[in-house]
């Protein structure tokens, strides 16, 4: 009988599912309603059983005697047809007391209620509710699963809920590029001859965690990591969640993040390539899952970032490889021909830590507003400005002629730097930049006892964040222009 009700109650439930049937989310919800609905009746069997079962019990004296028990199955019979009437018969008023104009309003509620937003997709599928798509939408999140996009909607609920939970655990975001800001790569076929010696001197790919220098013979390249690497690593990653950003390949991206992060403790697959990128030769912060007000960058090519330069610190480029310095027009040795390397204690990314410990210090403990009001954009310029403060600057010759001085990069990093740039002398001024000692403003210089320095020395406090020794960066009489060099800019 029990199970003759279920099979009226699931016949009126396809009934009334049906005026539905093209709807995903609601056909979905149907299932899940029609195991409940058997739960609830199995559930509903157990109950209905015990009354039988306790006349069963009164009358177990007499369950041996097939002549007593007869009268107690007719009886059963006649229950069992009696209840099977009255569930029809509650089964037709259901359907005769629901119009159907207030049964599809009711639906209609139901359908709007439980409208899938189609937060994001696999391929032509909704992630949500399974549905296939007609169109693709959103931004595409491949280096998180390969195939998955998201709408704004989900990606900003996301973000909130994960900078809540980092501002609890006092973490912000931190993204770090590859080439020449973590490490330096070079083919094999374009190592010159006074770097041959470095193939005999390659660390172990067994345990890459002991090692600095890595021949990758798949590849055909050689990986040299910066020194300081690894323990930037380990300490930044207890202040942020990091991202590995680069302009290089997928394959090239992975491999590198298996170099820096045997383990996967720093950055699990928050790793993106220029597969990932929503715009050509251009890096954004449109896929990072984190808000923009909690991020911070490390990247040595500032036009890379032209929508982030407010999160962006810039490094000094590592350029280990003779190659690289040729890529970047330096006429030079390279670090690798003079056999030589970047300052474990006070390299740049060593001073760059020191950095980055006293934004997050003045992001969670110095700073008086709401947490989650606070941006660290705003502070990363509250400290740059500390750097040059007090300086007043002068130019010698070091724009073009008749170039607008206010526009030049020297200026703006100066300006950036708390110092105030102006274009005549006066007592208040501090420092005059030039490549010649010979020139009026120069002159004026040395015979008012004021700084002559080279503009190597606005660079060199902008990479090293802190003013460097005037002394190390004096213009002395018959100086050639400089030339670049692909030492440190603190040397």
Same mark, same amino acid.
């Given at each position: ?8 109650? +699931? ?13 995903? /989310?609601?056909? #979905?919800?149907?299932? @899940? ?24 019990? @009164? ?10 028990? &007869? ?8 229950? =069992? ?86 501002? +609890?655990?006092?973490?912000?975001? %931190? ?6 800001? %973590? ?11 006074? $770097?041959?010696?470095? *193939? ?7 345990? /890459? ?25 380990? $300490? ?23 170099? &820096? ?13 220029? @597969? ?21 960058? %490390? ?24 190659? #690289? ?10 670090? #690798?021909?003079?056999?030589?390397? $970047?300052?474990?204690? @006070? ?8 950095? %980055? !410990? ?13 947490? /989650? ?9 509250? /400290? =740059? *400005?500390?750097?040059? =403060? ?56 040395? !015979? ?44």
């Amino acid at each position: 009988m029990v199970l003759f009700s279920i099979l009226c109650l +699931r016949l009126l439930l396809i009934s009334t599912m049906s005026l539905v049937s093209d709807s995903p /989310v609601n056909s #979905s919800s149907s299932d @899940d309603f029609a195991a409940f609905l058997d739960d609830a009746l199995d559930s509903g069997t157990s109950s209905q059983s015990s009354p039988e079962e306790d006349d069963d019990d @009164d009358d177990k004296d007499n369950h041996n005697d097939p002549e007593a028990q &007869l009268p107690n199955d007719l009886d059963t019979q006649r229950i =069992k047809r009696r209840k099977v009437a009255e569930e029809l018969e509650n089964i037709e008023e259901l359907q005769a007391s629901t119009s159907h104009s207030s049964l599809e309003q009711t639906l209609e509620a139901s359908k709007k209620k439980d409208e899938c937003t189609h937060p994001g997709s696999f391929g032509e599928m909704c992630i949500l509710c399974g549905q296939r798509l007609q169109a693709e939408s959103g931004v595409t999140f491949g280096y998180i699963h390969k195939g998955l996009r998201l709408q704004n909607d989900e990606i900003v609920r996301l973000r909130n809920t994960d900078m809540k939970n980092l501002l +609890r655990h006092k973490k912000l975001y %931190l993204v770090l590029d590859l080439d020449h800001t %973590l490490l330096n790569s070079t083919e094999l076929r374009d190592m010159t001859s006074e $770097e041959e010696y470095l *193939k005999s001197q390659t660390d172990s790919l067994q345990d /890459v965690s002991k090692g600095n220098l890595f021949m990758l013979n798949l590849m055909h390249m050689m990986t040299k990591l910066r020194p300081f690497a690894r323990t930037f690593l380990k $300490e930044a990653s207890e202040m942020f969640e990091m991202y590995i950003y680069t302009m290089g390949d997928r394959a090239y991206a992975l491999e590198m993040a298996k170099l &820096l992060d045997p383990q996967r403790e720093y950055f699990s697959s928050r790793v993106i390539s220029r @597969d990932d990128g929503t715009q050509k030769h251009q890096k954004g912060l449109d896929i990072v899952l984190g808000q923009e007000s909690a991020v911070l960058i %490390l990247d040595d090519t500032e036009h890379a970032w032209t929508k982030h330069k407010e999160n962006l610190i810039l490094m000094e480029r590592y350029l280990f490889f003779a190659s #690289s310095c040729r890529q970047f027009g330096f006429n030079c040795k390279s670090l #690798s021909e003079l056999k030589s390397d $970047e300052s474990d204690t @006070d390299g740049a990314l060593a001073t760059v830590l020191e950095v %980055l !410990k006293q934004i997050h210090k003045m992001f969670f403990d110095e700073l008086k507003d709401n947490l /989650v009001d606070r941006d660290v954009r705003q502070v990363l310029k509250t /400290v =740059k *400005k500390e750097i040059l =403060k007090g300086c007043k600057i002068v130019f010698s010759r070091v724009f073009p002629t008749k170039y607008q001085a206010e526009n030049h990069h020297l200026w703006k990093m100066a300006e950036q730097l708390g110092a105030t740039c102006a274009t005549e002398l006066d007592s208040s001024v501090t420092h005059v930049v030039s490549n010649d000692v010979g020139t009026e403003k120069s002159r004026w210089a040395v !015979k008012h006892n004021k700084f002559l320095v080279l503009p190597r020395w606005i660079e060199a406090a902008n990479y090293m964040w802190q003013k460097k020794p005037e002394e190390n960066f004096s213009v002395k009489p018959n100086e050639e222009p400089i030339t670049p060099v692909c030492s440190n800019a603190n040397s």
